[in-house]
């Protein structure tokens, strides 16, 4: 079955500096891979999404992921933090059927 | 278009009681998904259904757990005799269509507590 790690539980970066959080998955075949962002009490909103192609995708809120096979991950990355942009970042794998499997997620605290 | 709506937000209940958690699509989706996030950890699937049919309920304790989607009304998760290990947020996903490259769209979660 396919797993997700995201090594770090927590970062904080200032306001305006690059970021990158770090997602390495386990599976067998090609994943569909996925980046969430939960904001305090609130449910998922999806960032974006990988399935196939191009192996850089854009999501929204300017977010970006980078699907490397050779090294199983899918890293989030954004250019400049917002303050807004503190909040819990899940990834996901999704297999050949309806099973998503998340990482234990990332707390992004944004220091101003 | 309403989003996937969940109720109650919070629910509180002493141990033994039972805790009924209510899930209403999208419109238009058939596909409800439910999850359980415990604290300090990422969300785990726990069933999968569709109108009437639960497709897949492996993610789900074989006792005290059920879950449901009638043909109409929202979907309910039940969970008999609360224990505190059950304290956790669980969250509902609705999708169009069924398989994880369709997007599961998330309600806001209900926070169930067991004192």
């Known amino acids: 079955a396919q797993s997700v790690t995201q090594p770090d539980i927590h970062i904080t970066v200032s306001e305006g500096a690059s970021l990158e959080l770090r997602c390495n998955y386990s599976?067998?075949?090609?994943?569909?891979l996925f980046w969430y962002v939960q904001s305090p009490g609130q449910g998922l909103q999806l960032l974006l999404k990988?399935?196939?192609?191009?192996?850089l995708v854009q999501g929204i809120k300017g977010f970006e992921a980078e699907f490397k096979r050779s090294q199983s991950s899918f890293n989030l990355r954004k250019p400049s933090v917002h303050w807004s942009d503190a909040a819990e970042y899940f990834c996901a794998v999704g297999a050949n059927n309806n099973d998503m499997r998340f990482g234990a997620g990332t707390r992004l605290t944004v220091k101003p | 278009n309403a989003g996937v709506m969940q109720n109650p937000r919070h629910l509180v209940r002493r141990r033994g009681q039972e805790a009924r958690l209510r899930c209403s699509p999208m419109?238009?989706?058939?596909?409800v998904y439910w999850y359980r996030q415990l604290p300090e950890e990422g969300l785990k699937f726990m069933v999968y259904?569709?109108?009437?049919?639960?497709?897949?309920e492996s993610g789900m304790p074989k006792e005290r757990f059920s879950a449901e989607f009638p043909k109409e009304g929202p979907s309910i998760l039940r969970i008999q005799q609360v224990v505190r290990g059950d304290s956790a947020a669980y969250f509902c996903?609705?999708?169009?269509?069924?398989?994880?490259?369709?997007?599961?769209?998330f309600g806001p979660g209900t926070r169930l507590t067991v004192l």
């Open positions: 990988y399935f196939s192609g191009d192996t």
């Open positions: 599976y067998g075949a090609t994943p569909y």
């Open positions: 259904l569709q109108k009437e049919n639960i497709i897949d």
């Open positions: 996903a609705s999708s169009k269509l069924a398989g994880v490259y369709n997007e599961q769209f």
């Open positions: 419109k238009g989706h058939s596909h």
